[in-house]
């Protein structure tokens, strides 16, 4: 008997109050360790490694996990701002669903992390760096979120709490950076993975699962100043889409652009950006060396929440737009033993099935309540075929906040090749990403493109029918190009209720009062 399969039937024996607890003393048998490590990353778009792309950036030990095992080279986040794309991560659910549509929005109360999850299982889940799902300030609470280890929780109100006043002003003061006096010891990227490597220390006999979320090179991309120096002279390749001016685009993109659709684009330069992501990579680095002393058998995931502009587009930053540069991500696994070394998969791989990939990983049906399913077969199997679609979305970014242009809602869709965004208050656009990876030429309203783009249509609007998106509406349907779309006051006239997973009750009919037969069914 394994031990999944032993807290199963002691629970239901009755021999423990949890799975917790039966599995702490009554289990004494050899079953195979299930142990996984997410590292997550910040601000890191697909082409800052430079294992998927050769830009003289410096990231050997990201390289080295690469080599190690599965690099993923389509994939993409959920929504292309922090919050909403941790959400997803750790929820399985899209922003829409899970209540954080920007910054500064809190989980929603019936909405479960993978941690808590699988801490109701029997496995040991900590999480150590940042959260930025409490639907506080940027820096969170300094309280551990249910289901993870009080005792590694370490966000950044943590990290500030420790400092004393004159170096809390200096961790926020991009000038620092320039500082020698300011090492690593004072980086919180550096006290994420020290209590990384004691979390590994102390539990590496055990189920464990270890997420490390560093906020660096995140601004104010502070690192120690050997790393900057490294990028003192250097200049980041630029795409041709950084010229580009914006023609046949959506407004709000060429608001967002204000002063820059006329100036000449300067060299893309920022040395204590890169030299953070560098240090940040040394830091991945001790991590994978403590995993290949203490748990060699683990499953190590990297991938970073969002990518940033540097300028593509005529853009900075990151917000209301589905342009790959913030939105496809580095996606990394190395599972030895399952996972085939040195192997670059092209197929579309989405945040949306980390939680479930990580359900079946330790044994566990994925939840009938996960808008993503699991990925665990497709990194035992790379090369096998993936998505069909990836969906990504924009509700705001942030609630705080009134800039980055406010309220602006988008929903997309990508099959690989094509990829359909609707913003639903200006224009949309349609690009070609076989011939025109730059994104450049918006397809909206091409002749010829007209069946991909109608049939991509259609699969978002049943993507937003299917996951209750609350935005959905006739209005996503009728748009200038496809005013032959039915319109109708009931939408697609039918009931989405949840099904259960064990943590709230079967839903109720409202028309009857009992136990609803199907969560979805035609409204009477």
């Given at each position: 008997m394994d031990r999944r399969s032993f807290i199963k039937l002691a629970g239901a024996a009755g021999l423990a109050t949890s799975a917790e607890q039966a599995d702490s003393s009554a289990y004494k048998g050899k079953a195979e360790l299930r142990q996984a490590i997410v590292i997550l990353g910040e601000s890191v778009r697909y082409d800052m490694l430079?294992?998927?792309?050769?830009?003289?950036?410096?990231?050997?030990?990201?390289?080295?996990?690469?080599?190690?095992?599965?690099?993923?080279?389509?994939?993409?986040?959920?929504?292309?701002?922090?919050?909403?794309?941790?959400?997803?991560?750790?929820?399985?659910l899209y922003p829409h669903t899970n209540g954080v549509w920007g910054n500064s929005m809190p989980l929603g109360d019936t909405t479960h992390t993978v941690g808590q999850r699988l801490t109701d299982q029997g496995i040991h889940c900590a999480f150590i760096g940042k959260w930025h799902l409490s639907g506080v300030d940027y820096f969170d609470t300094g309280r551990p979120a249910s289901g993870w280890d009080k005792n590694y929780w370490y966000d950044m109100r943590d990290y500030l709490e420790e400092l004393s006043p004159s170096d809390r002003l200096r961790s926020r003061n991009p000038a620092t950076g320039d500082d020698p006096a300011w090492t690593a010891e004072h980086c919180y990227g550096h006290r994420c993975t020290q209590r990384a490597l004691g979390f590994l220390?102390?539990?590496?006999?055990?189920?464990?699962?270890?997420?490390?979320?560093?906020?660096?090179?995140?601004?104010?991309?502070?690192?120690?100043?050997?790393?900057?120096?490294?990028?003192?002279?250097?200049?980041?390749?630029?795409?041709?889409?950084?010229?580009?001016?914006?023609?046949?685009?959506?407004?709000?993109?060429?608001?967002?652009?204000?002063?820059?659709?006329?100036?000449?684009?300067?060299?893309?330069?920022?040395?204590?950006?890169?030299?953070?992501?560098?240090?940040?990579?040394?830091?991945?680095?001790?991590?994978?060396?403590?995993?290949?002393?203490?748990?060699?058998?683990?499953?190590?995931?990297?991938?970073?929440?969002?990518?940033?502009?540097?300028?593509?587009?005529?853009?900075?930053?990151?917000?209301?737009?589905?342009?790959?540069?913030?939105?496809?991500?580095?996606?990394?696994?190395?599972?030895?033993?399952?996972?085939?070394?040195?192997?670059a998969s092209s197929s579309l791989?989405?945040?949306?099935?980390?939680?479930?990939?990580?359900?079946e990983f330790f044994g566990f049906e994925v939840p009938k309540t996960l808008e993503g399913g699991s990925m665990l077969p497709l990194i035992k199997n790379p090369t096998a075929a993936g998505r069909s679609e990836v969906f990504i979305e924009w509700g705001r970014y942030e609630a705080d906040h009134d800039g980055f242009g406010a309220f602006q809602p988008i929903r997309c869709v990508f099959d690989g090749r094509y990829k359909l965004s609707i913003h639903l208050m200006t224009s949309d656009e349609l690009y070609d990403l076989e011939s025109?990876?730059?994104?450049?030429?918006?397809?909206?309203?091409?002749?010829?493109?007209?069946?991909?783009?109608?049939?991509?249509?259609?699969?978002?609007?049943?993507?937003m029918n299917v996951s209750r998106d609350p935005f959905r509406g006739y209005y996503w349907g009728r748009r200038p190009w496809r005013s032959d779309f039915p319109v109708s006051w009931q939408n697609s006239g039918m009931t989405r209720q949840r099904e259960a997973d064990g943590y709230l009750p079967r839903e109720l009919d409202y028309d009857t009062g009992m136990p609803m037969e199907a969560s979805t069914r035609p409204k009477s």
């Open positions: 430079n294992c998927n792309v050769k830009t003289g950036l410096h990231t050997p030990n990201l390289d080295r996990l690469a080599a190690q095992g599965a690099r993923f080279d389509r994939a993409y986040n959920c929504q292309p701002v922090c919050s909403p794309a941790r959400s997803s991560i750790w929820t399985g220390d102390k539990h590496q006999n055990e189920d464990f699962l270890l997420v490390v979320a560093y906020d660096e090179p995140h601004g104010p991309s502070l690192c120690p100043i050997e790393y900057s120096k490294m990028y003192e002279d250097y200049i980041f390749p630029s795409n041709a889409n950084v010229n580009d001016v914006l023609l046949h685009k959506p407004e709000e993109q060429r608001v967002w652009a204000d002063g820059r659709l006329t100036t000449s684009q300067p060299p893309i330069r920022d040395k204590h950006f890169f030299g953070s992501h560098t240090f940040i990579d040394h830091e991945i680095g001790r991590v994978l060396d403590k995993a290949e002393q203490r748990t060699p058998g683990a499953m190590l995931m990297y991938t970073s929440d969002h990518g940033v502009f540097l300028e593509s587009h005529r853009l900075t930053d990151k917000g209301p737009a589905m342009y790959d540069e913030i939105t496809r991500v580095p996606f990394l696994v190395k599972w030895t033993g399952h996972t085939p070394p040195n192997v791989v989405s945040h949306i099935d980390i939680s479930g990939t990580l359900m025109d990876p730059s994104e450049l030429e918006n397809l909206i309203d091409s002749e010829n493109d007209l069946v991909s783009r109608n049939d991509l249509h259609d699969r978002l609007l049943n993507w």
